[in-house]
């Protein structure tokens, strides 16, 4: 019988944690009603259920000044805070105005954004440096007269670079522009400061932190206002009308709350593994380069490229063997956009991997992997 292959993928998702689980179980089926209906007792207790998940956020998240928001997942919350806003910006000024954001945004940020260029909106993808990081310097010679808009990453979900987001905020602060940042890969793996001081809008997966998927959060300040994407209801402060999930919101906050509360501990276990896992593939193999900074970097991610191997066959080979991400991050087979922004050749791009660790991740898998990894190298060639 084939062995089960070594998981080393939790950045794209996280199993459900039991705490997690136990603390949905009652709004399956005996809590379960809408908490917009509250013309009687049980969408009342429902409503009630919901207020309290958003204050427990608001408590775990040391958040003051920000509006907590319930949506489907991160690439919803990213959708609402760029398109809205934008929307929002012309709709008051009548004005298309500039946006800046990097090249090595998810496509979650960089498709609507797409979006907005055909608008009329202006639009400019800062190009990083080689270690995956903003330059303080280009980012303010980018900015015009009519920036009114900066969406920039807080970790990237590739090769797990962390931006200068608090220098980022200053700026924009000075300059009176917005700042959004995807946070989703950052929640329990990176020291918890105020979120009401890292941006003005910030967007939190459930998924990423071993909460149930199809529910995310989008923070955003009091005083911004959105044009919402979805309307028939008037849920979320008007911003998302729909039935919200309660059983999937009551485990986010639960799964919110574990994240916040062993985060050192969790960080310590990460980081050991996965510099195990490095130091292991670099002392048996050459030719392995690190892509990204490894000093502003995840605890939980390495993105390695293998020179001179076949990527499709490098891939192919470990696909039964180890559940990682391929350098293709594309569904129809180009090259990861990270790695090419950062000087990768399409060759490179495709000889690359993303190795990311997670709780349930034992010394034992690091060992094997190594091993898989290494022999498969010398296999190619």
Not at 88 to 111: D, F, P, Q, R, S
Not at 251 to 273: D, M, P, R, S, W
Not at 282 to 294: A, C, F
Request: glycine share 6%; with cysteine.
């Amino acid at each position: 019988m084939l062995s089960t292959p070594i998981l080393l993928d939790y950045q794209s998702s996280t199993p459900c944690l039991k705490d997690v689980i136990n603390s949905m179980a009652p709004y399956w089926s005996e809590i379960f009603s809408n908490p917009s209906s509250k013309s009687n007792l049980a969408g009342i207790q429902a409503s009630a259920i919901l207020e309290v998940s958003r204050e427990k956020i608001q408590e775990y998240l040391f958040l003051q000044k920000k509006k907590v928001i319930f949506t489907s997942g991160a690439t919803e919350s990213n959708n609402l805070a760029l398109l809205g806003f934008a929307r929002n910006h012309h709709k008051e000024t009548e004005k298309y105005g500039h946006i800046i954001t990097l090249k090595t945004e998810h496509k979650a940020v960089l498709e609507p954004l797409d979006q907005l260029k055909k608008e009329g909106f202006h639009v400019t993808e800062i190009l990083p440096d080689k270690e995956g990081l903003i330059s303080e310097e280009k980012f303010i010679s980018s900015i015009r007269d009519d920036t009114f808009l900066v969406s920039i990453m807080m970790a990237n979900n590739e090769i797990g670079v962390i931006q200068p987001l608090k220098k980022i905020s200053e700026i924009c602060r000075l300059r009176e522009i917005t700042l959004h940042s995807d946070y989703a890969q950052c929640l329990g793996f990176l020291e918890l400061e105020s979120l009401d001081s890292i941006a003005n809008m910030l967007t939190i997966s459930s998924h990423k932190i071993y909460g149930p998927k199809g529910v995310g959060l989008l923070l955003i300040d009091r005083d911004i206002e959105l044009q919402p994407l979805v309307l028939g209801g008037g849920q979320e402060f008007g911003l998302r009308s729909g039935t919200l999930p309660l059983p999937l919101i009551v485990g986010f906050t639960k799964a919110i709350e574990i994240a916040v509360l062993n985060q050192k501990k969790n960080t310590e276990k990460l980081i050991f593994h996965r510099d195990k896992l490095l130091n292991g593939l670099l002392v048996n193999n050459s030719g392995i380069e690190i892509n990204g900074s490894m000093k502003e970097r995840l605890p939980h991610n390495l993105n390695l490229t293998v020179l001179d191997v076949n990527g499709s066959k490098l891939h192919k080979s470990l696909k039964s063997k180890i559940i990682c991400s391929s350098g293709s991050a594309c569904s129809n087979g180009k090259p990861s956009h990270v790695l090419l922004a950062l000087g990768r050749s399409f060759k490179e791009a495709e000889a690359s991997f993303r190795l990311s660790i997670g709780l349930m991740t034992t010394t034992e898998d690091i060992e094997k992997s190594i091993q898989i990894i290494t022999d498969t190298i010398k296999s190619l060639r």
